[in-house]
Nanobody, 119 residues
Framework: QVQLVESGGGLVQAGGSLRLSCAAS????????MGWFRQAPGKEREFITA????????YYADSVKGRFAISRDNAKNTVYLQMNSLKPEDTAVYYC????????????WGQGTQVTVSS
C-alpha cells in the first residue's frame, strides 16, 4: 500500500514557477511509475505527466510539454513537478498518483494541492 501527500501549491503570477512535491510512504515506492494529474473547476481530471520507476522514461501532455518537468528521488520516496512559465489556465488542484507501467492509475492518490495562477 502507498500513501501520497502533495505539497508546494500556492498562488503565483502568470509567468512564474512552482515546484510541487509528493512524498510517498511504503517500501514499494520505487516499484511504481508515478504521475501528476490536475483538475480545474468544472472540468475532468487531466493526466499531465508521468515518470517510470527509474526516471528514465517520461510522458508529458501537450498542454504542459516544454514548461513542466517531472522527476523522482527513490531514496527520498518523493516525486517532484517543476512548473515554469505558468499560465492562468494551469490553475487547478494537482494530484500525484502511483501508476502501473502502462501509466494506468493504481488507485493510490494524494489529497491534492491547489495551484492558482493569476493574470
Amino acid at each position: 500500500q502507498v500513501q501520497l501527500v502533495e505539497s508546494g501549491g500556492g498562488l503565483v503570477q502568470a509567468g512564474g514557477s512552482l515546484r510541487l512535491s509528493c512524498a510517498a510512504s511504503g517500501r514499494t515506492f520505487s516499484s511504481y511509475a508515478m504521475g501528476w494529474f490536475r483538475q480545474a473547476p468544472g472540468k475532468e481530471r487531466e493526466f499531465i505527466t508521468a515518470i517510470n520507476w527509474s526516471g528514465g522514461n517520461t510522458y508529458y501532455a501537450d498542454s504542459v510539454k516544454g514548461r513542466f518537468a517531472i522527476s523522482r528521488d527513490n531514496a527520498k520516496n518523493t516525486v517532484y513537478l517543476q512548473m515554469n512559465s505558468l499560465k492562468p489556465e494551469d490553475t487547478a488542484v494537482y494530484y500525484c498518483a502511483a501508476l502501473y507501467t502502462n501509466w494506468g492509475p493504481t488507485g493510490y492518490w494524494g489529497q491534492g494541492t491547489q495551484v492558482t495562477v493569476s493574470s
